[in-house]
């Protein structure tokens, strides 16, 4: 199990939880989301706090093994995860060679059914980085994060460079492989919907802090999620109290003094004073 234990870092601010099943992670770009994938893989040391996997804390010393093989990721960019002097087979052998596993050819054998069954012909694996569309990069970056079935693999903003059509094309695709692998996808992203189709739990993050958390995002509570929802979204600030209260049409004094604990509603759980009286 994947598991973040009291996260602090330049915007998360104790995050914790323990991924489980399929997750989204809801939130704008300054939520502090896309720090949970450098956190992950050691890319950045948070502040405070560790990460956990199967109870054993991900450090320096242990971290190189667990990339690709155990915990990988999607990059919002994906041509970040290529090297442009290499054409992508390279890029599926140093994996599987760096960690023991097989050679080139394993490698590649390997690749090419990733490869077909995200819909692409075997012949980009002989294609460089800077030859791909922006959708083709997604699904071979989707192909590497998967093809070793790690445990956990984490996709940050699917948007990156691609229009409805291409986004829709990339939430099949990672449908597909949730069907197929039985690595447990965590997908980081600004958009509902897109959280809505590939996740089995869910939880918002709101200027570095969860605020709600459920296993249906069509069903939720707090002021925020609801105006993201609704497209409603025009002020971003960090309000005293709950972090929302700055921006919420329901906020009060109240919601300034100090901030909301947890409480259960309906089948999630939120942190907002509208529902305490439900407590």
């Known amino acids: 199990m994947l598991e973040y234990v009291n996260i602090y870092g330049d915007i998360l601010n104790d995050f914790s939880m323990k991924v489980e099943s399929n997750l989204g992670i809801l939130g704008q770009r300054d939520s502090g989301k896309e720090e949970i994938i450098f956190y992950t893989l050691l890319l950045k040391k948070p502040k405070k706090g560790k990460i956990l996997l199967n109870g054993n804390e ?5 971290v190189n093994d667990i990339r690709w093989k155990e915990i990988s990721a999607v990059f919002y960019n994906p041509y970040s995860m290529f090297n442009p002097i290499y054409n992508i087979a390279s890029h599926f052998a140093e994996i599987v060679v760096s960690h ?3 050679d080139y050819n394993f490698a590649v054998d390997i690749a090419k059914e990733f490869i077909k ?9 002989e294609k460089f980085s800077y030859q791909l569309t922006p959708l083709e990069a997604k699904k071979v970056s989707l192909a590497l994060a998967t093809f070793l079935e790690p445990k956990y693999v984490l996709i940050d903003d699917i ?14 695709s990672i449908i597909d492989l949730e069907s197929i692998v039985s690595s447990k996808f965590i997908v980081l992203d600004n958009d509902p919907a897109v959280i809505s189709r590939v996740s089995d739990e869910f939880v918002v993050l709101y200027k570095g802090k969860i605020i709600e958390r459920g296993s249906n995002v069509t069903e939720v509570y707090h002021p925020y999620t609801l105006d993201l929802l609704r ?9 005293r109290g709950c972090p929302y209260s700055d921006n919420c049409r329901y906020s009060s004094l109240k919601c300034k003094e100090k901030e909301p604990e947890e409480i259960k509603v309906g089948n999630n759980y939120v942190k907002c004073l509208l529902y305490s009286w439900l407590k």
């Open 117 to 125: 069954i995200l819909g692409l012909d075997s012949s980009i694996l």
């Open 58 to 62: 991900i450090k320096e010393n242990n």
């Open 100 to 102: 023991d596993i097989g």
């Open 231 to 239: 497209g409603e979204i025009s002020t971003n600030y960090l309000g």
């Open 159 to 172: 948007e990156f460079g691609i229009n409805d059509n291409g986004r829709a094309v990339v939430i099949n």
